[in-house]
């Protein structure tokens, strides 16, 4: 029986050998009316019929592109739906195959591939764009396993995987066509990337493959010298095989098994990998004679087993048993080494037909093989591997349709995400930037701002997804925010952010305390440097405190009355016998607007320089200030106890926020009128929403920079001036 791999130009280890003749233009009509024959022999005509309107489509899509052949565009995607009607793939998988370029090269948006083709091809085709975007991402060589885990991950579907590597079979092939660097390039990615992504889904044959072409084009010297010498040894060799190739065929029907023995030609990849690596000359490495036996079940390949090693004395130690054990990908086989005529070593691969299938086409054996007998025994095969393959927590039994096992999450906890660098960084699932820019560096964390996620603007919140490119804005001082820990996601970016708003909470806290504190006894005629510290050991002791230290620091985090230390100190004070009291005026404390854990400016009124202000010192929130007339401090008074004298420094060099409102008339322009009147006015603007009204005005919500109360006033005086401008006012929500 010949595997229907072969057929499809895989299996056959001689069909490997890869002529190097020069491109002839392709044929459409001719590849068309295989592929449509290929599609009858296994699907059903409505199935046809869609799949040929998507090459319709495709076509029109494509039409005016060219391959670096010359050949017109579509011959590419049909090529990549051919080889995977070669492996039966479903009627979805084909029709995503032959769009699979139309998003990224003809810009036709994923909801008309939904609309025409319905979700599941959108679905496909959306999934393949994905990792083609991400394959245009720069990164550093040894970073290939991440990277096969990040498009594995992206992949969600196995029929991604399946059309990205028939589409990477076909570039191979085609490879010719474009410019030698691109070429070698393209020739190591296969090597590093897609070559063991086909090997760990155990699509054996497309593995070797890839690897051959690659090798071709990366090492085309000793390429050549190697097939010239593989042709040249197969003269001397075929002696030696026929003999042993007959012993075999006779050998084993006397025994009364039924077997297919065939010769196995090393590939040149393999073979130049077995010089390089184990230090042997071309003939030591070709000297080595592969055969494969192929029985009918699991019992036959141990009693085959046992005749070959009646027939040829078994080399000790290189019996391997992948049948009891098999290997990640699912592989099953007998491997042993003999010693044949001429003592030259024979190496034999004895498996059943059902292995030989999941060994040659592995994932794709699934479709490949559905109408076969051997289809109890090759599903739960299949299926096991999958299982193995995507590492299914819970292994819930045989009854899973196999399809729900095609759509998974292969790498559920991990999101694999690229530094601008190109470098790949593995973070835990739901991770956001602000983990990424801990997990870079500690430092890069605590400075972080802002983010471009693939070159936008983004909240630092955002959750980052496979494939994303991640860049940290970072500031000159380190300022972790209390609300990142409500969102991060990775331990680290957690203890390191709590690590520091401690550290800074008790500094910031204590600095804020002895402010307030100094207040509120200068406001009673005292100083805070009159305190002796027999005064302070006294009432530390008393209200059952750690330290001084400690008392100032729960005074500026608002856990203690500053008024109540204040006038206990000053009672102490006078026990001890302390100068009266002096009538002095309070004095406030000053705001240069430098927000921090201890001391920050309201978000309700937004206070610029100039503005009258008032500090509420809360629990938990520290010292927060707000303009004199606002809202939200004047509802509840009976935290009057709370307010704290609070004044502007003097010359303060920073922008702060500030929203106004302008309402204008509705006429053509305006609007760029208005912000280059703002720039004009040296201030940035940080955010603008408009209030969409079909009528005559519009209303302008701007949040803007300025520098305290004059610049707004300023900007304010310039923006009446423009005509269309109604009113303007400042916004304090
Ligand atoms: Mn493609």
């Known amino acids: 029986m010949t595997p229907p791999l072969a057929a499809a130009g895989f299996a056959n280890d001689e069909a490997v050998l890869i002529p190097m003749e020069m491109h002839s233009p392709v044929d459409l ?107 245009n991402q720069s990164f550093e060589e040894a970073q290939a396993e991440n990277f096969r885990k990040m498009l594995l991950a992206m992949a969600r579907d196995v029929r991604v995987i399946l059309i990205k590597l028939s589409d990477r079979l076909h570039n191979m092939r085609t490879l010719g066509a474009v410019p030698p660097h691109k070429r070698r390039r393209v020739a190591r990615e296969t090597l590093d990337i897609y070559a063991p992504i086909a090997n760990r889904l155990g699509l054996n044959a497309l593995y070797r493959q890839l690897q051959e072409l690659a090798f071709r084009h990366l090492r085309p010297l000793r390429y050549r010298v190697l097939e010239k010498a593989v042709k040249r040894a197969r003269g001397n060799r075929r002696q030696v095989v026929d003999k ?23 590939h040149l990849y393999s073979i130049y990998r077995k010089m390089r690596q184990k230090h042997l000359s071309f003939s ?11 029985v009918k079940d699991t019992p036959t390949c141990y009693l085959a087993l046992g005749v070959l090693h009646g027939l040829y004395k078994p080399v000790p130690g290189k019996f391997k048993d992948y049948i009891a054990i098999p290997k990640a990908n699912g592989y099953q ?88 660098l190109g470098k790949i960084l593995v973070l835990p699932r739901g991770s956001t930037a602000v983990d990424f820019a ?80 100094g207040q509120a006894l200068h406001g009673l005629g005292v100083e805070l440097d009159d305190l002796s510290n027999a005064v302070w050991d006294r009432f530390v002791r008393g209200c059952g405190a750690k330290s001084k230290h400690a008392v100032l620091t729960d005074i500026g985090l608002g856990k203690r009355h500053t008024a109540i230390v204040a006038r206990q100190l ?23 607007g430098d927000d921090g854990v201890a001391m920050q400016l309201a978000k309700c009124c937004r206070p610029i320089p100039g503005d009258p202000i008032v500090g509420i010192i809360r629990k938990g929130q520290g010292l927060v200030i707000h303009t004199h007339d606002c809202r939200s401090i004047g509802k509840s008074g009976h935290e009057r106890d709370n307010w704290v004298d609070v004044d502007w420094a ?74 269309e401008v109604v009113r303007i006012t400042r916004t304090k929500d």
């Open 29 to 135: 009509a001719d590849d068309l009316e295989r592929f449509r024959n290929k599609l009858t022999s296994y699907l059903k005509p409505d199935e046809v019929a869609r799949i040929e309107s998507a090459y319709v489509f495709g076509n029109a899509a494509h039409l005016g592109q060219f391959r670096s052949s010359g050949d017109p565009y579509i011959s590419h995607p049909l090529a990549v739906a051919d080889t995977l009607a070669d492996w039966h793939l479903d009627a979805q998988a084909l029709t995503a195959a032959l769009l699979h370029d139309v998003m990224e090269d003809s810009a036709v948006p994923k909801q008309e591939i939904a609309e025409k083709f319905g979700k599941a091809v959108a679905d496909l085709v959306d999934g393949v764009s994905k990792i083609d975007r991400i394959e």
């Open 244 to 266: 042993i190739m007959e012993a075999l065929r006779l050998r084993l029907p006397e025994a009364g098994i039924e077997a297919e023995v065939m010769g196995r030609e090393k």
């Open 284 to 294: 030591q490495v070709l000297d080595i004679y592969g055969f494969r036996v192929i």
């Open 333 to 420: 086989s007998l491997h042993s080494t003999l010693i044949g005529p001429y003592g030259t070593p024979v190496e034999v691969q004895i498996r059943s037909h059902a292995m030989h299938h999941i060994a040659e086409s592995g994932v794709a054996s699934h479709w490949l093989y559905k109408d076969e007998t051997a289809l109890d025994e090759l599903q739960k095969k299949t299926h096991k591997w999958l299982k193995s393959l995507i590492e299914l927590q819970s292994a819930s039994g045989d009854s899973t349709e196999f399809l729900e096992n095609v759509k998974v999450d292969l790498f559920p906890d991990e999101v694999y995400v690229f530094t601008p």
């Open 438 to 517: 801990y997990m870079v560096h500690t430092d890069i964390g605590n400075r972080c701002v802002a983010c471009r996620i693939n070159f936008e603007m983004m909240p630092l919140r955002t959750e980052l997804r496979n494939g994303d490119r991640v860049e940290i804005i970072t500031a000159d001082l380190p300022n972790p925010n209390p609300t990142w820990l409500s969102y991060v996601k990775s331990s680290k970016a957690r203890a390191q952010i709590r690590h520091f708003l401690k550290t800074q909470q008790t500094d910031e806290s204590m600095a804020l305390g002895e402010r307030l504190l």
């Open 570 to 592: 000053v009672a102490d004070r006078q026990l001890e016998g302390g100068v009266p009291l002096k009538n002095k005026r309070q004095v406030s404390i000053l705001v240069n």
């Open 650 to 723: 003097q010359g303060i060099e920073r922008f702060f926020e500030v929203n106004i409102r302008i309402v204008t008339e509705n006429r053509r322009g305006v609007l760029a009128k208005i912000t280059s009147e703002i720039a004009a006015g040296g201030s940035d603007i940080q955010n603008v929403s408009i209030e969409n009204d079909p009528g005559r005005y519009t209303t302008l919500n701007f949040t803007l920079q300025v520098t305290s109360r004059i610049h707004l006033a300023r900007i304010m005086r310039g923006l009446r001036r423009i005509t």
